[in-house]
Structures are given as structure tokens and as C-alpha cells.
């Protein structure tokens, strides 16, 4: 059984461009959150996807938006990339809430330059 | 709003040492608390969990009991190994939804 997967693994992109990055959940999970780790940092929360739907969001600006698909993978899109906009990006699954194990894919490292 | 703060590192201990991080929270109601560990070049792990007072959880050798009293959820560990080299996270739950992570505390054990 896979886990949770991410892609790409690392990124190179400059100011102004825009990004996409893909997860697809753990078999049988049917909610996706993405996080946000600066360098030397904690995960930070940007939203969760339930039901293809966001149903909650974290303290981030709207450039930041994303998708669920049926098969319950999700893509995080940031639009006019800042230079602080550098971190791994991780995606994380579970079934139904947060009080059930999320499991963490591997994560996306992105840098902009 | 709900924040975590655990022990800046780096922490290096030598194998078959005791490890303590502590880890303190600030939150209303009753929060559950976890323990992730990050291992080099892999994702976040569940490494325990306590969703109500005075719960320990435990794994792998490690134990943090879920102290209200004191807001503090701190991981211990009796004797670690080289392989418990890690980051570990501190992280709470208000609601349903999301986890709010303290900053990790990188951890060396020296053979």
C-alpha cells in the first residue's frame, strides 16, 4: 500500500511565476491538508480539502489556492511566487478529522528565485 | 490563538542517554497534543498522541504525558539509539481540522 505521495520533489521557479504541486492520499483517506515548512521551522498550516471542497483555511493570502479531485488527490497552486514563498510544501491524509493519524508525504521543496 | 513552544536544539546526547523535550502549549478548552518525528529526507511521522488530560501516549520507547495542569506535553525517551537521530515536532489540534507545530528540536545520538 502506497503512502502518501507528492511530485514534484524539488522545484526551481522565479518571482511572478505561478506553481503547481500534486499529492495523492494514503488508500482509503478521503481529506488532504497541505502545510507550509520554512527552512529551520514548523510546519505551518495552509488548508484542508474534505469532499472536494476547502473546509478550512490557515492564515495564508489568496495567492495561495487548491483543488480535491473525486480520487480525493489534491494540487496546491500559488500564484505570483515571492521569494519567501521558498519551503517544502507537505501534504498530508487522513480519514476524516485531525483526531485520526495524518499520514505526511515526503514533501515538495520548492525555491524561487 | 493556540500556539505550541518546545526546547530549541540542537539536542546531542550520547546512545543509552535519557532525552527529555519539553514542549508547552497555549490553547482553550482541551486541545489534543502529538508528538512527529522527522527523520532525514523522509515526511512526518506520528510518533504518539493523548486527546484528553492526564493520557500518556507512547511508542517506540518513547512516552509524553498530557499534563493540564502544567499546559506541557514533554517526550521522554529512557535510553536512545544512534537510529532516534531526528527532528521532533510538538503539535496541538483545537479543532478538527488543523495542527499547529512548535518550531522542532533536532536531536544527534553519538555512537
Known amino acids: 500500500d502506497a503512502g502518501v505521495t507528492q511530485s514534484p520533489t524539488h522545484l526551481i521557479k522565479t518571482r511572478g511565476q505561478q506553481v503547481t504541486l500534486r499529492c495523492s492520499p494514503k488508500?482509503?483517506?478521503?481529506?488532504v491538508s497541505w502545510y507550509q515548512q520554512a527552512l529551520g521551522q514548523g510546519p505551518q498550516f495552509i488548508f484542508q480539502?474534505?469532499?472536494?471542497?476547502?473546509?478550512q483555511r490557515g492564515n495564508f493570502p489568496d495567492r495561495f489556492s487548491g483543488h480535491q479531485f473525486p480520487n480525493y488527490s489534491s494540487e496546491l497552486n500559488v500564484n505570483a511566487l515571492l521569494l519567501g514563498d521558498s519551503a517544502l510544501y507537505l501534504c498530508a491524509s487522513s480519514l476524516g478529522t485531525v483526531r485520526e493519524t495524518q499520514y505526511f508525504g515526503p514533501g515538495t521543496r520548492l525555491l524561487v528565485l | 490563538g493556540n500556539s505550541v513552544t518546545q526546547m530549541e536544539g540542537p539536542v546531542t546526547l550520547s546512545e543509552e542517554a535519557f532525552l527529555t523535550i519539553n514542549c508547552t502549549y497555549t490553547?482553550?478548552?482541551?486541545?489534543?497534543l502529538f508528538w512527529y518525528v522527522q527523520y532525514p529526507g523522509e515526511g512526518l511521522q506520528l510518533l504518539l498522541k493523548a486527546t484528553k488530560a492526564d493520557d500518556k501516549g507512547s511508542n517506540k520507547g518513547f512516552e509524553a504525558t498530557y499534563r493540564k495542569e502544567t499546559t506541557s506535553f514533554h517526550l521522554e525517551k529512557g535510553s536512545v539509539q544512534v537510529s532516534d537521530s531526528a527532528v521532533y515536532f510538538c503539535a496541538l489540534s483545537r479543532d478538527d481540522y488543523k495542527l499547529s507545530f512548535g518550531a522542532g528540536t533536532t536531536v544527534t545520538v553519538r555512537a
Open positions: 480539502y474534505y469532499e472536494e471542497e476547502e473546509r
Open positions: 490553547a482553550t478548552g482541551y486541545p489534543s
Open positions: 488508500s482509503g483517506h478521503d481529506t
